[in-house]
């Protein structure tokens, strides 16, 4: 299974920004979808966003539309979410993971596909 590691989590003011960082320990990150899922306190894990092993397709969850950006260095086995106009409800742990199977076409959403997960990264958005 891929390592994965997520970092740049932390506290920040409603409208305010941060960008995780997803660093993955193989070279097989480059041939999975990767996606960014998250789970607030007495909730459900939610998706948030994916983007194609390429990074030629992205997908997000419409809470997120328009404020968060996924992308992917596959040079750098990592991958990022840019998260803009943050909002109290953002609050959660965020998790990044890999989709089990390589080169696969379609970006899919369902944390069922996802088989390894990093240990996730507190964000606080404060109101």
């Known amino acids: 299974q891929v390592q994965l590691v997520e970092s740049g989590g932390g506290l920040v003011q409603a409208g305010g920004s941060l960008r995780l960082s997803c660093a993955a320990s193989?070279?097989?990150?480059?041939?999975?979808?990767m996606g960014w899922f998250r789970q607030a306190p007495g909730k459900e894990r939610e998706f948030v966003a994916a983007?194609?092993?390429?990074?030629?397709?992205?997908r997000y969850a419409d809470s997120v539309k328009g404020r968060f950006t996924i992308s992917r260095d596959n040079a750098k086995t990592t991958m990022y979410l840019q998260m803009n106009t943050l909002k109290p409800e953002d609050t959660a742990v965020y998790y990044c993971a890999a989709d089990t199977r390589p080169y696969y076409i379609k970006v899919e959403a369902s944390s069922s596909l996802f088989g390894s997960w990093g240990q996730g990264t507190q964000v606080t958005v404060s109101s």
């Open positions: 983007i194609k092993w390429s990074g030629s397709s992205t």
């Open positions: 193989e070279r097989t990150f480059s041939s999975r979808t």
